[in-house]
């Protein structure tokens, strides 16, 4: 069945999804019904994982990552490593429609932003202050006393003892661990009733990353792809995805007429190959507004809306167990 139009995102969109919702119904676009979706998530102060209050990285400072992407013409704009500005995801649009390029990092997007009128201001207050804090005096993650010695000195003097931080303790296996429990991306797809798809993707990246670190969510063909047959995103341990091409390989599948639920379940278990740790969730739509969801981690859910309900509805992603 194909339907007039279809919204889905991963687990914290419940926020936006009814707004996006309420433009498709009204017969607003798909790129709009992303953008606005986003926006409201990016800014609730209670979600750490995106915008406002969004994860710091290891020094304490909030770096935002952001993409979308428009179907039809597989045009697409992101923005990486921005500090200061709350609304990644509506720049990364900017970035699509006016500028030259199709990603923009740290100065040069804040420089960007700045000159089309976006506000600079602080995006992280108390709350996400004392969230850090909490992480780093190991709280929230259970960390040896020695490794929680050596990331405190890290933090302090980052460009001395990162050398000795990675020589003293697995740090890879600290931030596989991090990829498991504090982490978090909003993703939406949206197909309009111009049958029109389009993707966003927008996050603070993985907590205590290293500064400058770039997942997956603003790079196409990674955390986010879409053509004019299906729309595809990723949340989780974004080095994976990056690695994998995760979002590329799924929307390929489904031009090679294999169905979204399968195309995407084939993105998990490519996690095979790379024979590690991490966590991924592959969020899907294809162009008759038919959503697919499967994770690696047990219990993560989505959520959908189309034309035929009246309100996003709950649903659980499919886990795979990878060996």
């Given at each position: 069945?194909?339907?007039?139009?279809?919204?889905?995102?991963?687990?914290?969109?419940?926020?936006?999804?009814?707004?996006?919702?309420?433009?498709?119904?009204?017969?607003?676009?798909?790129?709009?019904?992303?953008?606005?979706?986003?926006?409201?998530?990016?800014?609730?102060?209670?979600?750490?994982?995106?915008?406002?209050?969004?994860?710091?990285?290891?020094?304490?400072?909030?770096?935002?990552?952001?993409?979308?992407?428009?179907?039809?013409?597989?045009?697409?704009?992101?923005?990486?490593?921005?500090?200061?500005?709350?609304?990644?995801?509506?720049?990364?649009?900017?970035?699509?429609?006016?500028?030259?390029?199709?990603?923009?990092?740290?100065?040069?997007?804040?420089?960007?932003?700045?000159?089309?009128?976006?506000?600079?201001?602080?995006?992280?207050?108390?709350?996400?202050?004392?969230?850090?804090?909490?992480?780093?005096?190991?709280?929230?993650?259970?960390?040896?006393?020695?490794?929680q010695e050596l990331v405190r000195e890290l933090f302090m003097r980052f460009d001395v003892h990162l050398k000795e931080v990675m020589e003293n303790y697995s740090i890879k296996e600290w931030y596989r661990k991090l990829s498991f429990d504090k982490h978090g991306t909003t993703n939406v797809i949206a197909l309009d009733n111009e049958s029109n798809l389009a993707v966003g993707v927008s996050t603070s990246g993985i907590a205590m990353k290293f500064p400058g670190r770039v997942g997956d969510s603003p790079i196409f063909g990674a955390g986010i792809y879409c053509s004019d047959k299906a729309g595809s995103a990723c949340t989780g341990t974004g080095e994976l995805a990056i690695r994998l091409s995760t979002t590329r390989l799924v929307v390929d599948r489904v031009h090679r007429n294999i169905a979204i639920d399968k195309a995407t379940e084939m993105g998990i278990l490519e996690l095979k190959q790379l024979k590690e740790q991490g966590v991924l969730h592959i969020i899907s739509m294809d162009k008759s507004g038919q959503c697919a969801a499967f994770t690696n981690k047990d219990g993560l859910y989505h959520y959908y809306a189309d034309s035929s309900m009246e309100d996003p509805e709950k649903r659980q992603s499919v886990f795979l167990k990878i060996q």
């Open positions: 069945m194909t339907l007039d139009y279809a919204i889905c995102g991963t687990r914290n969109s419940n926020i936006g999804l009814p707004t996006g919702l309420k433009i498709l119904r009204e017969g607003g676009n798909a790129l709009d019904a992303v953008e606005e979706s986003i926006k409201l998530i990016e800014n609730n102060p209670y979600d750490i994982t995106v915008g406002f209050n969004g994860f710091p990285n290891l020094l304490g400072i909030v770096e935002l990552d952001a993409s979308i992407m428009e179907g039809s013409t597989r045009n697409a704009g992101a923005v990486a490593a921005v500090k200061n500005f709350r609304h990644p995801i509506s720049i990364a649009r900017k970035v699509m429609e006016i500028s030259p390029h199709v990603m923009l990092v740290g100065e040069g997007a804040e420089r960007f932003a700045k000159a089309l009128g976006y506000q600079e201001e602080d995006i992280i207050d108390e709350l996400g202050i004392q969230n850090y804090h909490n992480i780093m005096d190991g709280k929230s993650l259970e960390m040896p006393i020695e490794a």
